[in-house]
């Protein structure tokens, strides 16, 4: 094991992490390979599906899905490219709160910028990209969500989060749900991409409460801006 130092951590962009997100990263782990967490795991809850894309590298493990997406429309599609795929589904807003009403804003693109937050520098990034219409939806917890559903937590361990700078609601509303879970990966920016949105920061500080430790973080291709960059952080809990 490599203990990674501070500097590192500077070095990947990620200057504002304090010293207790120092995190050990197994020297066998390629160098850019997001999903080789799967092999670890036989089921996973994949927050923000969209149209489920991912449906068949989780099919070929064999992996017991739950999908969540919160656009309506989006969410039929998802149900019809999954259809032949042993999954389950859920069209959902989750948040950190029950029964609360939100504006969620679909983006021209696909959906795939879709949000309840409102554009902060993504607007930079891709001028092109922008909100064409909006919906109003009512928000879920994903321990409540699970409840529902008549699912236990315990038949997933990792949690697979792109809900575009709301993921620590998210968390913020499993928090039952944490204690159980083995692998978090969620997407993160060290600057305000969505007005008001977690930054990398906020996500190590809150699941490093939880006994979760940062051990991957890799950056999205995008244009080199000013502002910072956009992250796919992987976190495993810890061993007790």
């Given at each position: 094991?490599?203990?990674?130092?501070?500097?590192?951590?500077?070095a990947?962009?990620?200057?504002?992490?304090?010293?207790?997100a120092?995190?050990?990263v197994?020297?066998?782990?390629?160098?850019?390979?997001?999903?080789?967490?799967?092999?670890?795991?036989?089921?996973?809850?994949?927050?923000?599906?969209?149209?489920?894309q991912?449906?068949?590298?989780y099919?070929?493990?064999?992996?017991?899905?739950?999908?969540?997406?919160?656009a309506?429309?989006?969410f039929?599609?998802?149900?019809?490219?999954?259809?032949?795929?042993p999954?389950?589904?859920?069209?959902?807003?989750?948040?950190?709160?029950?029964?609360?009403?939100?504006?969620?804003?679909?983006a021209?693109?696909?959906?795939?910028s879709s949000?309840?937050l409102?554009?902060?520098?993504?607007?930079?990034?891709?001028?092109?990209?922008?909100?064409?219409?909006?919906?109003t939806l009512?928000?879920?917890?994903?321990?409540?969500?699970?409840v529902?559903?008549?699912?236990?937590?315990?038949?997933?361990?990792?949690?697979?989060?792109?809900?575009?700078g709301?993921?620590?609601?998210?968390?913020?509303?499993a928090?039952?749900?944490?204690?159980?879970?083995?692998?978090?990966?969620?997407?993160?920016?060290?600057?305000e991409a969505?007005?008001?949105?977690q930054?990398?920061?906020?996500?190590?500080?809150?699941?490093?409460?939880?006994?979760?430790?940062?051990?991957?973080?890799?950056?999205?291709?995008?244009?080199?801006?000013?502002?910072?960059?956009?992250?796919?952080?992987?976190?495993?809990?810890?061993?007790?």
């Amino acid at each position: 094991m490599n203990a990674v130092t501070l500097k590192q951590l500077k070095a990947l962009g990620l200057a504002g992490v304090t010293q207790a997100a120092l995190f050990k990263v197994k020297s066998h782990i390629p160098r850019y390979n997001p999903h080789y967490f799967l092999k670890e795991i036989t089921g996973l809850i994949h927050v923000g599906a969209h149209y489920g894309q991912e449906r068949k590298m989780y099919a070929k493990r064999n992996l017991n899905v739950l999908w969540i997406e919160a656009a309506p429309d989006i969410f039929a599609k998802l149900c019809e490219n999954i259809e032949i795929y042993p999954s389950q589904t859920a069209n959902c807003l989750l948040t950190d709160r029950d029964d609360a009403e939100y504006i969620f804003h679909i983006a021209n693109n696909y959906g795939e910028s879709s949000s309840i937050l409102e554009l902060g520098a993504h607007k930079e990034i891709w001028p092109e990209v922008r909100f064409e219409r909006d919906v109003t939806l009512k928000s879920i917890t994903l321990d409540t969500l699970l409840v529902k559903l008549n699912r236990s937590i315990t038949d997933y361990q990792a949690l697979v989060m792109d809900t575009q700078g709301s993921e620590l609601l998210v968390l913020k509303g499993a928090m039952s749900s944490l204690r159980f879970l083995g692998l978090i990966k969620v997407e993160a920016w060290n600057f305000e991409a969505y007005l008001g949105c977690q930054k990398v920061n906020d996500v190590v500080d809150y699941l490093n409460e939880y006994d979760f430790q940062l051990i991957r973080a890799d950056k999205f291709p995008q244009p080199i801006i000013d502002r910072g960059q956009c992250y796919e952080l992987l976190f495993r809990k810890k061993e007790t």
